[in-house]
Each structure stands twice: as structure tokens, then as C-alpha cells.
């Protein structure tokens, strides 16, 4: 749903309705250790001070209409976010956010509203506000509630909020000077430092529950750079869910390296010819092409209503024998990993195509069910504010038989993609974007001079097609991605392997 | 009590709050709505959610220091916690001296009428969002190529309170409603898409629902066949729909934290041109009564002026410069952002636009991309149609339009009389000679 205009806000833009990713920003940490699981009252509690008689009286009347099943979804987020510009900190932002969504499901519709007020009666209002989407009357049936146990994919452990501010400090401090020591040329440098603690409960009318703690970081460094009146920018960012240690002295060497290199790069950077031509992917980053070619078009959401340009390629051959594809919520400590999905279906590694045969789509529990298939724990929402959708987590492309000098060389004139900033696509139609920030030209089989600042446009399925050489050197981009979907942001990874693309329409000069 | 009284004392009582924890200064805005989303599919409601939001967001001045804090647990334990710990993370931080509340004489103290809340929204009720949808629905499927229609009434009635310990002092009610559909059909595998919305303060403003279901299905048609053309330099008439989503891009080199930050391709450029003269004119209009921008204070409390940005000879006048990035550049402040902008419109209609083109295309959307605000480059996917001869032909898609904003602007050889008024963008539609568009 688009955003609603604030009149004290900034001004508002309508923006196309389509899903798009992006490097947008993120905040995230916290002030005071979080209380969540142990409320002081006189009753035995499980989460957010309720007992399970209590959120068994709400899922009462939350099926209360007929509907088919309902599920509460309890959230407790904080974040703190520092910016260093000029070289000061001289900006924070924490924030707090705490609420119970209702969802009842009956057939393919969805009744849903929340509560930010943790009461009873609040929260069985709000039941009863979502268990309109049935206008039946029903003496729901609830089966006693288990909390089932997670696997380990990140820390549940670790809380920002243990780490004293002025490390956080220091590490933006640190990483500005070394941004500053390393090239003359930058005249401005930014820092931006953002944590997250994220506390859920879900428990559903079939008994299933569960509480997970989900950390999420991300450090950018950000740099202007002047030479002979000349002036470009660049950077670069980190997003992890492992905790603070993530941000060791490679890291932040990494970082400060990548932002300085990309900055200045861009001295030497030309506009190309625009046109169809050769692309070869990049390691890594260039997993973007597989978000959105691929990726979205596979949400059976939209499948199920039979708008994807995928919805009737099933099990037939879409690319070479070399080309896998997955959706993987598992990997360690990863933006995309979940423990679990939103609705308390188990993560996992889900197939989309499989050595070129399309093979899965990407489920949540109301598409599952119409396809008589068992959810594929890709059921997402931002926060208790939302209804849960299918949606990406690490997306990617499995290692292929070439390799990246070989895939190089085998070009005579076409580009080499190293870095995006953000994509969309079209579902129905397939045709899809990335937005190339870095990158070089190729002429006869090697690298030339730097690109930026290009759109890449394809088509989904025929993209696909001209995938000819898929290199052995898979590598998950450590950039935090979110994706956006009508409205929603989730934090996302994807990654790639060096792929070779015939043919793809580059912007550019005419 | 009167909500808008009931909100200046939540924001009044956490200025006060914050005051005796020891913050020289406070900003504090508090925003309270309820919205409802009804999405219908098949003739059936398939998504019905209401939203009930409290928020409170406090800007801290202490010692020099600055942070902002919201939360939504406004308990009374919980909130006091919160303050506390706001003003502690506040002082934390390092010293700005360009940290401050504008002075009393530029915020303001009471705001102006501007027709921004509908005394009808308390008569709409479930039965009457389901009804427009099903309108809207039911009029983007009477074509046997449709395989999926969806209509999204929703709809957002808000009260925002700014009160500050410089004199700020203030408080609102906002409408907002939105009748959307998005319609698919069949083209062989593919399955080509497009949407159509209308965007009001007041629910009379929405128009004809049965339109907006058309709107969406004849566009959807239109995109039936699309394929790309040569590489080529064309004349684009870019529809009023899309047009605001480029001029957005030229807009960001504006912003005063971009200027600060050396991140600005029109730094320096005030008093010069940077648009063909009576064609690109823009100005920022926040009194408009009933626009989806209007504003009588912006963010930082700064009252909202009428603000020439571009002038009828194509110079540029002024940029948006917020009271911290005003103190950092040591300039004047103007407002941190557009309310509604307006790009001044010509005397022709659209088709007397494409009438006057040989070749070329009509864009009717952008799809990604993105744009440099320090050197200008950008680089946007279109689609749309080909232009033969003045008259609108096969449909156009998988290209890209790329150019420098500091050139591009000038190839504007004419503009429509038909600003888009779905946003607070008012853009018209606009014709560029001489454009580099890339395809096969």
C-alpha cells in the first residue's frame, strides 16, 4: 500500500508499485536490556507477560468468525544507529518498538490487525477486528500449545544492547580515520553504525509456537573524493547477524580499502555505449540479477494468482544443466538466514532451479496450501504490522564448471559487473533492472576502463536462457540488501559465482 | 477531549519531561492514526487490515549533543525509561555547534486551515471501502485477457502534534485515501501488468471507481506485444505519471545535506540557469488547500512559505536547506524538503504533445535505476510506446534512457497543461528532444 502523506513530513512521491531491492537504509541497537520473556506478575508467563491460557482466550476470538486458522505474532524492537559526518558524531537515533499482530486466514483471504497496547482486552480487540475477514460464527477448537525448539544460524544469545555506546563509538571513529589516512584525495568522509535486537513470539491456533532472538548489523563507510575539480563518490557497507565482533580489524580493513578504491575508481570512469551486449557477473553482489530475474518471479504468491511470468514453467527447463539456483535460509550468520519464518515455518534451503529445470517455488502457509505442498519457510513480514507473504532470504546461484579468467576472456567487447546499488522488476512481464555503481569495460577478453552509474534491463526467463558460463567461484555478498515487496521491507543476501550473460541492454551513450 | 488537545499535552508533557532531565532544548512530535486496507480479488474481499498507531519521536538538544528517540510504548514507566535514557544517549555523543532549535520568530505557533482532513471519513465503513474496491475490480476485468484484477481501497485518518521548547507549538488532523487497481492479462507465458491510482485528502476526490479498474486494464492491454527498438537519440514525451519520478532524481541535488556533504551537481548554481527558459519552472507550493503535500510547518517546525526554486527565465533561485544544514553552511534556511512542487504547466493537452512528434516514444513508466546527485549521471528503464507520425503505436519495453541531469534538462522543448495530481510532485507531462534511449 502506498505511504500515506504526513503533512509535517517530507514531501511524498508516488512510487511504482513494484517490487524493488535496494541498499536502503536500515536502523538498528539498544539502550537497556530487553525484559521480554519474564514480566513480573503473579501467573506463570511465556512471552511478553501473557500465559498460554491468555493467548489461548485470544486465538478464541480471534477464530471466533469461522476462520481457519489465526496466529499472534509478538515483537520487541530496538535500534540505535550513530552517523559521523565531518568528523563527529554528531547524530544518533534509537528507537523502540513493541506489538502483537493478529492474522486469521480463512481460505486464500486475510483478516489482520495489531495491537501496540500489550492488554488483553487491546489485544482480543484486535482479534476481533481480524476474525471479520469470516462472517460466520464458530466455537474454534485450539490445540494445547508447544514451544518447539530452533536451530543454531546465528547467535540468539548476543544482545546489542550489552555493548557500552562508546565502542560503538570508537569503531565509527576508527573507521573514519583510517577512510581520511588512505587516500588524500577524500575530502568528505561518512560513517553510519546501525544495530538491531528483534524479539519475537509466534504461537498459532494448531498449538505451534516459538521466541527467537534476531540480531541484525550493518556499518557503511561512505567517501567524496576531488582531483583537478573533479569530484565522485562511493562506497561501501557490511550487514551480518553475528554480533558485534563481526566488525574485527579485517572487517573494517575491508571496508575502509573497498570505499576508498570505489571512490576514487570513478576518476577514470567512462559512460559506455549503450545496447545489447555480453555481461559477465561479478562474484558476489551480481546475485542481484538472480533476486529479481528469478527470484521474485518464483514467489508463489504470485503464482497462485497466476501473474508471474513463471507460472506455468514448472518443471520444464529454463536454463543450462550447469545453472542451480537457491533460496537458502541457513546459511551461518547471514542478513537473509532466519531461524524459522514469520508464521513458524522451518527454514531451509529451498531449490528454485535445479541443474536448469525450474523445480520449487518459494511458499508461505496460504500458498502451500493451495498447492497441496509443504511451506518452504520463505512466510515473511517487516514487523507485527503486516500480514506474512512469501519472501527471499539468501539468494543465489550454485558454483558451474568455468572459470572467471576463462569466462573473461572469452568476450570481445562487452562489460564486467562488479557492484549494484538496487533493482525492480515486473512480475507478469519478467522484465527486470539492476543498477551497476561499479564495474569495467571488456575488450578482447580483458578488462578496460572503469563504468558506473548504468541501468541493465532484461527479461527474466530469456535472461536465464543466455546464462553460457557459470564459474567455480560462488561467493555470498556480505552488502545488507533489503528487499521491498508491496510495502514491506526484509532484510536480504544473495550471491553469485563470475556468470557469463550473451546478451543483455546496457544503458549508455548513444 | 479534543484529540488535537490531547496530543499537544502528550508532546507538551515529554518537552517538559525531557526539559527537567536536564535537555537544554526539545522537539517533540506525536502522531496518532487509524488506517484500513481492503483488497479485493475475485469479488471477494482477500485482505481486510486495520492499523492503530501511536508514536512518539523526541529531538534532544543537550550540551551541545543531538540524537532523536521514538518508541510507541508510551506506559507510563516504559516512557519515563525512555526519556531518560534518550537524554543519556544524547550526551554521549560528540559536541555540533550547529546543533539548535530555529529561533522562535521563523516556527510557528498555530497552524493555517489547508483542507487536510475530511469530516466524512468517520461515515466510511467497511461495506463502503469493499464496495469502491469491488467497483474499481470488477471495471478491470471485462476483457477475456484478463487473468487478474485486484483493487486496494485504503484509507488513513492521523493526528500530529510538534511542540518544541523553542515556541514550536502545533497540531493537525490529516485524511489520506487511495483507490488502486492493478490488472494482469495473458500474452502467451508472459504476463504483462500495469496499475492505475487515485490519491486524495477527501474521499469525493478519489472520482470515479469504476475509472481507476478501466485506467489499469486498458494500460495493462496496451502492454500487450511489448519489444524493444534500436539504439537510437529520439524525442521521449514522458507521461505526467512518470514524470515526477525523474524530476525526484534532479530534485536531490537540492537538499542541503547533499550540498554540505559535496554531494550536489548544482552546488554554486543559484542565480544561474539550469533549464530552458518558460518551460522549466518550478516552485514549492505548501498552501495548496487540499494537496497531498500541504503544510503550514515543515519537520523542524520552520513555517512553510511559498519558495520559487526554478524562475520563468530557467534560474535557479533557491535550494532546501533545513535550520542544521543552514547553520552548517552558514546560509539561510529555506524548508528541509518539497510540500508540493510544482513544475509550471504549458497550454497543450498530451495528444497535441505527441501530435507535434515525428518518431519517438512515450514513456508510461520507469522501471529501476537510479541517479548520481554529485555528478548527475542517471540511468532509468522505460516502457512505453512508439510514436509514428503524432500517433501513438506498438507498445515499447526492456530499454533504458541514460543521460547527465545538467544537460538533460535542456533538451525540454515542451510541456503539457496536465500536472499529475496523485502526488505531491504536480509534474505535467514533458517532451525531450534529442535523448539517448538504449535497447537492442
Known amino acids: ?510 | 477531549m479534543n484529540p488535537l488537545q490531547a496530543s499537544l499535552d502528550t508532546a507538551e508533557a515529554a518537552v517538559a519531561e525531557l526539559k527537567k532531565l536536564g535537555a537544554q532544548d526539545a522537539l517533540v512530535r506525536y502522531r496518532s492514526a487509524r488506517g484500513v486496507q481492503c483488497q479485493v480479488r475475485d469479488g471477494r474481499m482477500e485482505k481486510l487490515q486495520e492499523s492503530v498507531t501511536a508514536e512518539l519521536t523526541v529531538h534532544v538538544y543537550a550540551d551541545g549533543r543531538y540524537a532523536a528517540h521514538t518508541t510507541n510504548d508510551l506506559r507510563k514507566a516504559e516512557l519515563a525509561s525512555f526519556l531518560a535514557d534518550a537524554v543519556k544517549l544524547t550526551r554521549m555523543l560528540d559536541p555540533d555547534p550547529a546543533r539548535s532549535l530555529p529561533p522562535k520568530e521563523l516556527v510557528l505557533q498555530k497552524p493555517t486551515e489547508l483542507g487536510l482532513f475530511d469530516p466524512a471519513y468517520a461515515k466510511i465503513d467497511t461495506d463502503a471501502r469493499k464496495r469502491l474496491a469491488q467497483t474499481a475490480e470488477a471495471a478491470g476485468k471485462t476483457d477475456k485477457r484478463v487473468v487478474s484484477a485486484t483493487a486496494d481501497f485504503s484509507d488513513e485518518h492521523g493526528t500530529t502534534a510538534l511542540v518544541g521548547s523553542n515556541g514550536t507549538h502545533g497540531a493537525q488532523r490529516d485524511t489520506w485515501y487511495s483507490l488502486s487497481a492493478e490488472v494482469t492479462v495473458a500474452e502467451g507465458d508472459k504476463r504483462p501488468e500495469d496499475w492505475w491510482v487515485s490519491t486524495s485528502r477527501s474521499v469525493k476526490g478519489l472520482g470515479d471507481a469504476e475509472a481507476v479498474g478501466k485506467q489499469a486494464m486498458q494500460r495493462a492491454l496496451d502492454r500487450v506485444g511489448a519489444a524493444k527498438l534500436k539504439s537510437a537519440e529520439t524525442t521521449l514525451v514522458i507521461e505526467n505519471r512518470s514524470a515526477g519520478r525523474l524530476l525526484s532524481y534532479w530534485l536531490q541535488a537540492l537538499f542541503g545535506a547533499n550540498l554540505q556533504q559535496k554531494r550536489s551537481f548544482l552546488d554554486g548554481m543559484v542565480g544561474k540557469q539550469v533549464g530552458p527558459a518558460k518551460l522549466f519552472q518550478l516552485d514549492d507550493n505548501p498552501a495548496l488547500v487540499g494537496g497531498l503535500g500541504s503544510r503550514s510547518f515543515d519537520r523542524e517546525g520552520l513555517v512553510a512559505k511559498p519558495l520559487p526554486i526554478v524562475d520563468a527565465d530557467g534560474v535557479l533561485r533557491n535550494y532546501f536547506i533545513d535550520w542544521y544544514n543552514a547553520q552548517r553552511l552558514k546560509v539561510q534556511p529555506t524548508t528541509g524538503s518539497w510540500s508540493n512542487l510544482v513544475l509550471n504547466p504549458g497550454s497543450e493537452p498530451l495528444d497535441k504533445l505527441l501530435a507535434g512528434v515525428d518518431t519517438g516514444i512515450l514513456v508510461t513508466s520507469f522501471i529501476g535505476g537510479n541517479s548520481n546527485s554529485l555528478t548527475g549521471d542517471f540511468s532509468l528503464g522505460i516502457q512505453g510506446r512508439v510514436i509514428d507520425k503524432g500517433k501513438l503505436g506498438a507498445p515499447v519495453g526492456e530499454m533504458n534512457l541514460s543521460g547527465n541531469h545538467k544537460t538533460f534538462w535542456n533538451k525540454l522543448a515542451a510541456v503539457g497543461n496536465d500536472p499529475y495530481l496523485y502526488s505531491s510532485l504536480r509534474v505535467p507531462s514533458l517532451r525531450f528532444d534529442g535523448t539517448a534511449v538504449s535497447g537492442a
Open chain 1, 1 to 510: 500500500m502506498p505511504t500515506p502523506p504526513d503533512p509535517f513530513a517530507a514531501g511524498v512521491t508516488t512510487t511504482d508499485r513494484r517490487t524493488f531491492l535496494g541498499l536502503a537504509a536500515a536502523a538498528g541497537a539498544t539502550l537497556a536490556a530487553p525484559q521480554l520473556f519474564a514480566a513480573p506478575v503473579a501467573k506463570e508467563t511465556v512471552a511478553f507477560g501473557f500465559a498460554f491460557d491468555d493467548l489461548q482466550a485470544v486465538l478464541g476470538v480471534a477464530l471466533g468468525r469461522g476462520g481457519d486458522f489465526a496466529d499472534l505474532y509478538f515483537e520487541r524492537t530496538r535500534s540505535v544507529s550513530l552517523t559521523l559526518e565531518d568528523d563527529r558524531i554528531s547524530r544518533a537515533y534509537a528507537s523502540s518498538d513493541l506489538g502483537v499482530g493478529v492474522r486469521v486466514v480463512k481460505g486464500d483471504a486475510v483478516g489482520y490487525a495489531f495491537s501496540e497496547v500489550m492488554d488483553l482486552k487491546a489485544i482480543k480487540k484486535a482479534a476481533a477486528t481480524a476474525a471479520a475477514i469470516a462472517d460466520g460464527k464458530a466455537k474454534p477448537e485450539l490445540k494445547p500449545i508447544e514451544i518447539a525448539p530452533l536451530p543454531s544460524y546465528y547467535s540468539r544469545d548476543f544482545r546489542f544492547a550489552g555493548i557500552d555506546i562508546e565502542q560503538k563509538k570508537k569503531l565509527v571513529t576508527e573507521v573514519n580515520a583510517k577512510l581520511k589516512a588512505k587516500d588524500p584525495r577524500i575530502v568528505k568522509s561518512s560513517v553510519q553504525y546501525a544495530d538491531t535486537d528483534k524479539e519475537v513470539f509466534l504461537v498459532t491456533s494448531t498449538g505451534h509456537a516459538f521466541r527467537d532472538h534476531q540480531p541484525m548489523t550493518r556499518l557503511w563507510a561512505n567517501c567524496v573524493a576531488e582531483d583537478k575539480g573533479k569530484r565522485e563518490s562511493g562506497g561501501y557497507n557490511i550487514s551480518s547477524r553475528k554480533g558485534f565482533h563481526i566488525f574485527d580489524a579485517t572487517a573494517v580493513g575491508r571496508l575502509v580499502d573497498e570505499a576508498v578504491r570505489r571512490t576514487v575508481l570513478m576518476f577514470d570512469a567512462v559512460t559506455p555505449k549503450g545496447g545489447e551486449m555480453p555481461v559477465v557477473l561479478g562474484a558476489g553482489p551480481s546475485g542481484i540479477l538472480l533476486h529479481e530475474a528469478i527470484g521474485h518471479g518464483m514467489e508463489a504468491d504470485f503464482n497462485r494468482k497466476n501473474t508471474s511470468v513463471y507460472a506455468s514453467k514448472m518443471g520444464k527447463p529454463v536454463a543450462e544443466k550447469f545453472v542451480t539456483i537457491v533460496d537458502d535460509g541457513t546459511l551461518t550468520d547471514a542478513r537473509g538466514s532466519i531461524h524459522i519464518d514469520d508464521e513458524g515455518g522451518q527454514s531451509q534451503k529451498t531449490v528454485l532451479v535445479d541443474g536448469g529445470t525450474l523445480s520449487s517455488y518459494l511458499h508461505d502457509r496460504i500458498s502451500a496450501k493451495h498447492y497441496g505442498v509443504q511451506p518452504t519457510g520463505n512466510g515473511r513480514r517487516e514487523s507485527f504490522r503486516h500480514v506474512v507473504m512469501p519472501r527471499m532470504r539468501s539468494t543465489y546461484m550454485l558454483a558451474g564448471p568455468h572459470k572467471k579468467d576463462e569466462i573473461i576472456r572469452s568476450v570481445k567487447k562487452g562489460i564486467y559487473c562488479e557492484s549494484f546499488s538496487n533493482g525492480q522488476v515486473n512480475i507478469g512481464a519478467g522484465d527486470f533492472t539492476f543498477f551497476l555503481k561499479t564495474g569495467y569495460l571488456i575488450e578482447d577478453g580483458k578488462l578496460g576502463r572503469p563504468v558506473k552509474d548504468i541501468n541493465l534491463i532484461g527479461n527474466g526467463p530469456e535472461v536465464l536462457t543466455k546464462i553460457s558460463m557459470v564459474a567455480d567461484d560462488l561467493q555470498i555478498d556480505e552488502g545488507g540488501w533489503t528487499c521491498g515487496k508491496n510495502g514491506q521491507s526484509v532484510p536480504v543476501s544473495q550471491g553469485m559465482p563470475t556468470v557469463l550473460v550473451k546478451a543483455i541492454t546496457v544503458g549508455g551513450a548513444a
